[in-house]
């Protein structure tokens, strides 16, 4: 809840300062010992739910986090020049997407997905975040407005909708008149 | 189920095309841990003496450190080694960045390449699935065109390639192996061109499996932090600014120049500003809080990263100023030459040009301005293409092949190996039987563990020492303690001293440790990352076996003999350990003679500086002492080198 009494809920997200980023992986270690099972038993940052896109030679370290699952393949292949670097969307979008391999278990095929390393208990930050010395990751807990869901009809309600739906306002109050005089 | 390693080498026959998995001995594993230390076994037991480096039967392997995938952070460094062409030892180089770790995820504690392809091929690694591809299409491409050209018919960005320029496939003794940000330099890229092996690229999908998980992820991420936040680790020169030190104490030139008073504010005002107005950030190598590479943008040239003290070899090899680095390297790394011997080479040919050893007619078409002649050079030297022919073996060789005087000129060469350009005044004798013994070539792979200089107020020397949780015995302490003069310290200290400032360094390469987090910093400050201390708490979480600090230590000095004995079965003598005449201005011969016998005697060496037959058998070398005593190194009734009887005669 927040002052004004609307439900809220916690957002949890990893801002990247990719000026910041020093292309070390030690988000990708991290992230991918956290979810060996048993707990840090091994690395294999191709199992990882982040990773740092890397091209030296156009100054690009970005790291990108697997995000839900796109529907379908996107359209986007536009370009971005942003500080003299130029990116193409794909450096940024964080969607395990089915047109690119990122972000898919290299034994199973499944999709990987960022859970901000959710445990009990809960821990401080994120392990890749918790990882990054250079600060290139960001840790934020943000509280968002829940939108009020809409009520939930009734079974009758329901049943009488779906009368008036098929046979009109009119019918139904008509039968209901007439049965109840029965 | 095997821990921190795979258990397993890839073994490639490029003569035959074979591609073999192999699984290891873990036992060898615990003996020599990895790195150098296995690849020393492997070129023991596998490269007869007397093997031409040039022929098929050399080795050359890339040996991951054992704790490199792990995460222990700073430990990334995959060695590679040989048997070197320029002087016939133990060729060892490490590259650190990504090949090292990307190759144990694919499920390889390291490659190991024998034969020599019919032509140009380069090697694709995908765990499991290795293929021998044709690379003809590559020939002379330069570094980065060759990975790009490859990770695009690989059709995977996410593949990691170590690949020689022009200059490795052309087998100049200068030629450097590179992967992204890192470089093994020198010694090993010649005979990667040599069995005709363009590129091998790597991409893992495995898991390096730990086995005290918790244990070790504590003490990593601890680790981590604590590196991060000591100022006394990872590379000075990335950030410091003021380069005075090496601009106004080591010798510009062929090591000929020294220039006192070169460094002054305003231009360290105007190279600050050139670096930050063209660096686009720092990068670092795998699991590494230190960024230690500066990534340039010079005007006309492709965006390129250099790191160390390779930021002044160019300029000071030219008396030009750093402008002149940042246009050169960039164009040098391409081709595939190393920074280090590369300028001093060319510093070396153009003082012959200028003593008329050389003539004009040796360098057609040569521009007449210093920098024109240098770029002039480094594609004769890469290309191998007239005198670059002769240069591209580096100075010691060249001079060998140009004769008439040229010997003189090769006065900064130890074991044939170029060295810092450093020239002194008094001989300072831990730093001399560092440079004359060290086998892995270049003093900063031997110092780095005890200060370089005393402290001389009380109080802070006190400090110092209770900081000072490095030390593997507290005799150093002491040692560090009553020493106020630089070149004084009892010789027993000395011996020892240096021991421990190559423990260090042989622990860091079969380990994976980059030195700048462990064996190269202790010296300033104290306060390094890693020590005896707590290497074997890591390798114990990492593999699951009991280490302790002795049994460490013992694992170095098995390293360190098995390597100087591979060293003296080709040809590896005392006569060999001598710095260059002039590098210190005052020489005493027989004191530096007498420094060197006890130093052998405290390594268990022979007078000869070879190991002795219970020194061997003590390490559990004993099949080394037997395979030197039919070899004739060995008689196998030596004694060490202060019971020798020339020592004692010398003595007398």
Same mark, same amino acid.
């Given at each position: 809840m927040n002052s004004d009494g609307k439900k809220t809920r916690i957002v949890k997200d990893i801002k990247v300062d990719t000026k910041k980023c020093a292309g070390c992986r030690g988000c990708e270690i991290a992230c991918s010992?956290?979810?060996?099972?048993?707990?840090?038993?091994?690395?294999?940052?191709?199992?990882?739910?982040?990773?740092?896109?890397?091209?030296?030679?156009?100054?690009?370290?970005?790291?990108?986090?697997?995000?839900?699952h796109a529907l379908a393949e996107c359209n986007g292949r536009n370009r971005y020049v942003i500080d003299?670097?130029?990116?193409?969307?794909?450096?940024?979008?964080?969607?395990?997407?089915?047109?690119?391999?990122?972000?898919?278990?290299?034994? /199973?095929?499944? &999709? =990987?997905?960022?859970? @901000? #390393?959710? /445990?009990?208990? &809960? =821990?401080?930050?994120? @392990? #890749?975040?918790?990882?990054?010395?250079?600060?290139?990751?960001?840790?934020?807990?943000?509280?968002?407005a829940v939108e009020a869901e809409p009520k939930k009809l009734g079974e009758m309600e329901v049943g009488l909708k779906s009368l008036i739906k098929k046979y009109g306002l009119k019918k139904v109050m008509d039968t209901i008149a007439r049965v109840s005089k029965e | 189920m095997r821990y921190a390693e795979t258990g397993f080498n890839l073994e490639i026959d490029l003569t035959r095309g074979s591609i073999d998995k192999v699984e290891t001995d873990p036992k060898e594993t615990a003996s020599y841990l990895g790195g150098n230390g296995i690849s020393a076994k492997l070129l023991f037991d596998r490269v007869p003496p007397?093997?031409?480096?040039?022929?098929?039967?050399?080795?050359?392997?890339?040996?991951?450190?054992?704790?490199?995938?792990?995460?222990?952070?700073?430990?990334?460094?995959?060695?590679?080694?040989?048997?070197?062409?320029?002087?016939?030892l133990m060729g060892h180089s490490l590259m650190g960045g990504m090949f090292g770790p990307e190759l144990k995820m694919a499920g390889w504690d390291r490659i190991v390449l024998r034969g020599k392809a019919p032509d140009l091929v380069y090697i694709a690694i995908h765990n499991d699935r290795v293929e021998i591809r044709d690379a003809t299409h590559l020939r002379g491409k330069g570094m980065y065109d060759t990975?790009?050209?490859?990770?695009?018919?690989?059709?995977?960005?996410?593949?990691?390639?170590?690949?020689?320029?022009?200059?490795?496939?052309?087998?100049?003794?200068?030629?450097?192996?590179?992967?992204?940000?890192?470089?093994?330099?020198?010694?090993?890229?010649?005979?990667?061109?040599?069995?005709?092996?363009?590129?091998?690229a790597v991409r893992g999908t495995r898991d390096v499996y730990l086995a005290h998980p918790k244990?070790?992820?504590?003490?990593?991420?601890?680790?981590?932090?604590?590196?991060?936040?000591?100022?006394?680790?990872?590379?000075?020169?990335?950030?410091?600014?003021?380069?005075?030190?090496?601009?106004?104490?080591f010798s510009w030139g062929n090591a000929r120049i020294r220039r006192k008073t070169f460094w002054s504010a305003t231009l360290g005002e105007r190279w600050r500003n050139l670096k930050y107005d063209h660096m686009s950030r720092q990068t670092g190598c795998w699991n590494c809080p230190k960024a230690c590479h500066n990534v340039i943008k010079w005007p006309n040239r492709r965006r390129f990263s250099y790191k160390c003290y390779g930021k002044d070899t160019y300029h000071m090899a030219s008396f030009q100023e750093l402008d002149f680095t940042y246009e050169i390297l960039p164009i040098a790394q391409d081709l595939g030459l190393d920074s280090y011997s590369t300028p001093q080479t060319i510093?070396?040919?153009?003082?012959?040009?200028?003593?008329?050893?050389?003539?004009?007619?040796?360098f057609p078409g040569m521009p007449s301005d210093v920098r024109g002649r240098f770029f002039y050079l480094i594609d004769k030297m890469a290309h191998r293409e007239g005198i670059g022919d002769i240069l591209a073996d580096g100075v010691s060789m060249a001079a060998e092949r140009i004769g008439k005087g040229a010997e003189k000129f090769d006065h900064n060469t130890v074991k044939k190996f170029e060295q810092l350009p450093i020239k002194l005044g008094k001989l300072n004798p831990?730093?001399?039987?560092?440079?004359?013994?060290?086998?892995?070539?270049?003093?900063?792979?031997?110092?780095?563990?005890?200060?370089?200089?005393?402290?001389?107020?009380?109080?802070?020397?006190?400090?110092?020492?209770?900081?000072?949780?490095?030390?593997?015995?507290?005799?150093?302490?002491?040692?560090?303690?009553?020493?106020?003069?630089?070149?004084?310290?009892?010789?027993?200290?000395?011996?020892?001293?240096?021991?421990?400032?190559?423990c260090m360094h042989y622990l860091d390469d079969?380990?994976?440790?980059?030195?700048?987090?462990?064996?190269?910093?202790?010296?300033?400050?104290?306060?390094?990352?890693?020590?005896?201390?707590?290497?074997?708490?890591?390798?114990?979480?990492?593999?699951?076996?009991?280490?302790?600090?002795?049994?460490?230590?013992?694992?170095?000095?098995?390293?360190?003999?098995?390597?100087?004995?591979?060293?003296?079965?080709?040809?590896?003598?005392?006569?060999?350990?001598?710095?260059?005449?002039?590098?210190?201005?005052?020489?005493?011969?027989?004191?530096?003679?007498?420094?060197?016998?006890?130093?052998?005697?405290?390594?268990?060496?022979?007078?000869?500086?070879?190991?002795?037959?219970?020194?061997?058998?003590?390490?559990?070398?004993?099949?080394?002492?037997?395979?030197?005593?039919?070899?004739?190194?060995?008689?196998?009734?030596?004694?060490?080198?202060?019971?020798?009887?020339?020592?004692?005669?010398?003595?007398?």
């Open positions: 010992a956290f979810h060996a099972v048993p707990k840090f038993s091994s690395v294999n940052t191709a199992r990882s739910r982040i990773m740092v896109v890397m091209d030296e030679v156009r100054d690009i370290f970005v790291p990108i986090r697997a995000g839900d003299g670097k130029e990116y193409d969307e794909c450096t940024f979008c964080p969607a395990s997407c089915p047109s690119r391999d990122a972000f898919k278990d290299p034994d /199973s095929g499944f &999709p =990987l997905k960022c859970d @901000m #390393c959710e /445990s009990v208990p &809960p =821990l401080e930050k994120p @392990m #890749c975040v918790d990882a990054c010395t250079f600060g290139a990751l960001i840790y934020e807990e943000r509280e968002e | 007397g093997t031409d480096p040039f022929s098929p039967d050399n080795l050359l392997i890339f040996s991951n450190g054992l704790l490199n995938g792990t995460p222990v952070p700073g430990a990334n460094r995959v060695a590679v080694n040989t048997m070197a062409p320029v002087n016939g990975a790009r050209l490859i990770k695009e018919e690989l059709k995977d960005n996410r593949a990691w390639v170590a690949t020689i320029g022009p200059a490795g496939e052309n087998r100049s003794y200068l030629a450097s192996i590179d992967c992204g940000n890192s470089s093994a330099a020198r010694t090993v890229g010649p005979v990667m061109g040599d069995k005709r092996v363009k590129a091998i244990e070790l992820w504590e003490m990593c991420s601890r680790l981590r932090k604590e590196l991060d936040a000591n100022p006394n680790i990872g590379d000075w020169m990335a950030t410091d600014e003021d380069d005075s030190f090496h601009h106004n104490n510093a070396f040919a153009l003082e012959l040009l200028e003593a008329g050893i050389l003539t004009e007619k040796d831990a730093y001399f039987l560092m440079i004359a013994t060290g086998e892995d070539m270049a003093i900063t792979q031997i110092e780095g563990s005890f200060p370089q200089d005393p402290i001389t107020d009380p109080e802070m020397k006190e400090e110092f020492i209770k900081k000072w949780v490095a030390v593997p015995d507290k005799k150093f302490a002491e040692w560090f303690r009553q020493w106020e003069k630089r070149d004084q310290l009892p010789a027993d200290a000395m011996v020892a001293i240096v021991d421990w400032n190559e079969s380990l994976g440790f980059c030195g700048f987090v462990s064996s190269f910093r202790g010296q300033f400050g104290g306060t390094t990352g890693y020590h005896v201390w707590n290497m074997p708490q890591l390798i114990t979480h990492a593999t699951g076996w009991e280490f302790d600090k002795d049994r460490l230590w013992e694992c170095f000095q098995r390293n360190r003999n098995l390597v100087r004995a591979l060293n003296n079965r080709a040809g590896l003598r005392r006569s060999w350990e001598r710095p260059p005449e002039d590098h210190w201005a005052v020489r005493d011969e027989e004191y530096e003679q007498e420094l060197l016998t006890q130093y052998y005697d405290f390594k268990g060496w022979t007078f000869d500086g070879i190991p002795t037959r219970e020194t061997l058998e003590r390490l559990g070398l004993g099949y080394v002492a037997e395979n030197l005593i039919k070899g004739g190194v060995l008689t196998g009734n030596e004694a060490t080198a202060l019971n020798d009887a020339r020592a004692k005669k010398k003595k007398q």
